[in-house]
């Protein structure tokens, strides 16, 4: 195995179980723990398994020793690896490794979080000795709008991104989330619409900057073997290459503001691991809590040229009818953002696989799913497939 695009590793293991929690948005009488176990026994069920068919449990936000208690789960395999809104990516890589190296069989991944309500949520302050705390908060940063687009201003003098292109990503995935019922924003809006709305940080107004929201998800990971030997109720969607990366705690660190390390290192893995490029995807999720990380993603990715994302998400090609469908669930700015999305972006790849999609986009054979971590701190990838994809 090579810097951990190990080709034989190609859909060695599928996805064969997702779910949400019933409910999103505004949860008030659920705790985080509570959405955990919720969403976990609706992925159970969406694979045809039960508790009793776990080995493995990854959870971030809370401990999987907690979730696999309260689920009355006795794991022999734990992931609790915790690097923010992309940990559920990276626990699909680690499932991948453990289940191929005969660590576990069947791995549940959860997600719960009352990032609106704050039922069950740990306070949110930051640790003074750590490095954010020494070296940015005594600058005057509040928190992620302050400090997640602090390379916003930098791109858009180095390639001349306009205020309306950066604003026509939150246009284009409201036109999404307008075909999707669960989204919690679904009225159309214009690039005049984002522009009025309220200055949170500048360049961003209140329409570019995510929800927060509660809700949670599960996945349920095996082996391609066993999810053949043994098919449930749904087709699995097989897991064809993964990454993981990470750069700076710091943004004000990072070695180039307009572009992200550890998303360009992440995503070559997963694609090599593959064996696709950017050309070969039908469908595509890029982890969206400000406009312009879809931006700095479909670049990063390969999917356009440095400085090209502004105009083509502008010109439509990434909307409803385009030829590069991008957050079709609505994303981080109009369907949920619960604080940590990435288990979002996973459902979404998964129902756009196996056809089930609110806003089903045809023929989807290959989803790329890109998560973050912190603020452009790490990277999650995950290139995903169905079953036609695996001779290729």
């Excluded at 159970?44 to 080995?55: E, M, T």
């Excluded at 022999?76 to 559920?88: A, H, P, W």
């Excluded at 990503?169 to 522009?195: G, K, N, S």
């Excluded at 879809?294 to 999917?303: A, M, Q, V, W």
């Amino acid at each position: 195995m090579s810097g951990g695009t190990d080709r034989s590793l190609r859909g060695a293991v599928a996805i064969v179980g997702a779910a949400e929690s019933e409910r999103i948005g505004v949860v008030p009488d659920r705790s985080a723990l509570e959405l955990h176990v919720e969403s976990a026994r609706l992925a159970l069920a969406d694979a045809g398994l039960g508790i009793g068919d776990v080995d493995g449990v990854a959870a971030a936000g809370i401990s999987p020793v907690v979730v696999a208690h309260a689920l009355g789960i006795t794991p022999t395999y734990l992931d609790g690896t915790m690097v923010g809104g992309c940990s559920f990516l990276v626990h699909v890589r680690h499932a991948l490794a453990a289940i191929a190296a005969g660590l576990a069989e069947v791995v549940l991944i959860t997600h719960g979080e009352s990032g609106r309500s704050r039922v069950g949520a740990p306070p949110r302050v930051f640790d003074p000795a750590s490095p954010q705390g020494q070296f940015e908060a005594p600058y005057g940063p509040v928190g992620p709008p302050t400090l997640f687009p602090i390379g916003v201003l930098r791109y858009m003098q180095r390639y001349g991104l306009t205020h309306e292109q950066l604003a026509s990503v939150a246009v284009a995935q409201r036109r999404w989330a307008h075909q999707v019922p669960r989204a919690m924003f679904r009225d159309l809006i214009t690039v005049e619409d984002v522009l009025a709305s309220r200055m949170v940080a500048y360049p961003m107004h209140l329409l570019e900057c995510c929800l927060v929201t509660d809700g949670g998800g599960a996945l349920v990971v095996t082996s391609a073997a066993r999810a053949k030997a043994a098919p449930g109720p749904k087709p699995p969607v097989y897991v064809l290459g993964t990454g993981e990366a990470s750069e700076t705690p710091l943004v004000s660190m990072m070695e180039d503001v307009t572009t992200s390390k550890a998303f360009r290192l992440s995503s070559a893995r997963a694609f090599a691991q593959a064996g696709i490029g950017p050309k070969d995807v039908d469908h595509l999720m890029i982890y969206d809590a400000f406009a312009h990380l879809p931006i700095y993603g479909l670049e990063d990715l390969g999917f356009v040229e440095r400085g090209e994302a502004g105009a083509f998400i502008a010109e439509g090609r990434t909307s409803p009818g385009g030829e590069l469908p991008l957050n079709t669930n609505g994303g981080g700015l109009s369907y949920t953002h619960t604080g940590m999305y990435g288990m979002f972006l996973v459902q979404e790849s998964v129902r756009q696989l196996r056809g089930e999609a609110a806003a089903q986009v045809p023929g989807v054979e290959v989803s790329v799913a890109q998560g973050v971590g912190g603020m452009f701190m790490a990277a999650g990838t995950l290139v995903l497939g169905t079953e036609a994809t695996l001779s290729g």
